[in-house]
């Protein structure tokens, strides 16, 4: 990523990614809970999706619809197997 005229690298570390996209699903998850209608649970059901979707191409195991206000952890090591944090 290049700013002005610095040439440099922008370096994100995968739990800082993971941190912003749990931060802006929960702030949704909270905006939506208050509304009651099908239209509103089929737009969290897409959001949701493409946060995960994200999550994915980031190579970020993502909590499952209805686990998203906990954290996973993340490893990077050979063979290791995601699981939620509590």
Do not use: C, H
Not at 1 to 11: A, W
Not at 32 to 43: M, R, T
């Amino acid at each position: 990523m290049y700013q002005g005229t610095q040439r440099g690298l922008k370096v994100w570390f995968r739990d800082e990614i993971q941190n912003a996209l749990m931060a802006v699903d929960t702030a949704n998850q909270d905006l939506v809970s208050s509304i009651d209608s099908v239209e509103v649970q089929i737009y969290r059901k897409g959001y949701a999706a493409a946060i995960r979707a994200i999550a994915a191409a980031f190579g970020i195991p993502y909590p499952p619809p209805g686990q998203s206000t906990v954290r996973a952890e993340i490893v990077d090591s050979p063979g290791w197997t995601p699981r939620i944090l509590s």
